[in-house]
């Protein structure tokens, strides 16, 4: 089936970008690139039963992403990411989307597989980004994958998985101690060198390829939207696509109803959203000294902090920030309770979760998503682990 991609638009100022061009977009109001496609040729020519005959990856949506010859992917099967039942967590119909089961162990590889798919096809050669650890491990390995080179800037506490992950596939790799530096940085050093910025909604396709998300949960909700999503949230990027798939799914007919309810959630330690919702502010004032676990939500300017901030207001939702220690005694409540071994950044959805039950804003029959980001996997450094006992012999082993 033929893409319906047309092209991409800034959110604010209506720059265009053609179908077949590859670059960089800095909007100076606070826009973000968006694809766009012809959704009344889609909604003619397309059905969403056909759709689910897909493959069981995020590839079962080729007509709705931004590349022409899907059959070439670059792809390691990502996407179709299992929604498991959580309800033991409160009692309530609760969901976690879990994202750390895609290859590299976190959601970044949707939107490197669509991205790097797309601008192979373009035949862009090189592409860098600033990254606090996942993006980087994931569009190292993709970028491996497709021929290309990748340029990485990460910071000095970026987790060990996505070192490894970034040096292993032979990436590119600079290490930045100043973290608030690294989006100009990587600006100025893709003008100087000619080289595409896939940084953080500075291109369209990264969210193309996230957008998938939303696909999927409402595929699996059975054609049908929560009514509430919880987001851990740095850049926006997650949280932009989600919804923007719901829009598309809306205009083709596909699901009906209101847009769910987004909650972002963020560390106490950097939490420029929460700070610019609590203030009534539509942008970001850009976050002071960082003080949270490495990995993702590092984010201390989100470059779609306007976007995000409409979406919560739009929606009726809300942005929560949670402490390093309940974050933690999260992830061990899910991984007990559920199995679910999540991430601390996918944790902060269940900790913002139960702030949100207590403070009245789910209702008692509400549908809701929890999105973990990434697998446990990829942040074992983070957890605080207890010593086991060692034993010699049966005898050791108690009873209880």
């Not at 309530?92 to 939107?111: A, I, T």
């Not at 900790?351 to 980001?373: C, Q």
Request: proline fraction near 6%; charge should be positive; charged fraction near 20%.
């Amino acid at each position: 089936m033929p893409s319906y991609f047309s092209g991409s638009v800034c959110s604010v100022c209506g720059e265009t970008i053609p179908r077949d061009a590859a670059r960089s977009h800095d909007c100076r109001d606070g826009g973000v690139p968006l694809a766009r496609y012809d959704l009344e040729q889609a909604r003619r020519a397309l059905a969403r039963d056909a759709i689910a005959a897909g493959p069981p990856s995020m590839w079962r949506y080729a007509p709705l992403l931004p590349v022409d010859r899907p059959a070439d992917a670059v792809t390691l099967g990502e996407g179709w990411t299992p929604l498991i039942d959580v309800a033991d967590l409160a009692g309530r119909d609760v969901l976690v989307k879990d994202e750390g089961r895609n290859p590299s162990g976190s959601f970044k590889d949707r939107g490197a597989s669509v991205a790097l798919t797309r601008y192979r096809e373009l035949a862009v050669r090189t592409v860098i980004l600033n990254s606090s650890g996942n993006a980087a491990g994931a569009w190292s390995l993709y970028a491996a994958r497709a021929g290309l080179t990748c340029v990485a800037v990460i910071p000095t506490d970026a987790q060990p998985s996505s070192v490894a992950q970034c040096q292993l596939a032979g990436a590119r790799v600079y290490v930045l101690e100043r973290w608030h530096d690294g989006g100009r940085i990587v600006a100025e050093a893709a003008g100087r060198h000619g080289w595409l910025s896939v940084a953080t909604l500075k291109e369209p396709l990264r969210v193309e390829g996230k957008k998938t998300m939303g696909y999927e949960i409402a595929e699996q909700l059975g054609w049908r939207l929560p009514d509430a999503i919880f987001y851990p949230t740095g850049g926006g990027t997650g949280a932009v696509a989600i919804w923007k798939a719901f829009e598309e799914l809306i205009a083709l007919g596909w699901v009906t109803g209101k847009l769910p309810r987004l909650y972002v959630t963020q560390y106490e330690g950097c939490a420029p959203i929460v700070k610019a919702f609590a203030d009534g502010k539509e942008r970001c004032e850009p976050w002071g000294h960082i003080d949270i676990l490495p990995g993702g939500l590092k984010s201390p300017k989100p470059a779609g902090d306007r976007a995000v901030l409409a979406l919560i207001r739009q929606t009726g939702g809300a942005a929560l920030a949670v402490s390093t220690d309940e974050t933690l005694a999260a992830a061990a409540e899910l991984a007990g309770r559920s199995g679910v071994f999540a991430c601390p950044e996918g944790a902060t959805t269940v900790a913002g979760f139960r702030k949100a039950l207590a403070a009245g804003l789910i209702g008692p029959r509400e549908r809701v998503v929890l999105v973990n980001t990434g697998s446990g996997l990829k942040s074992v450094p983070s957890f605080r682990l207890s010593a086991f006992p060692v034993i010699h012999g049966a005898d050791d082993i108690a009873a209880r």
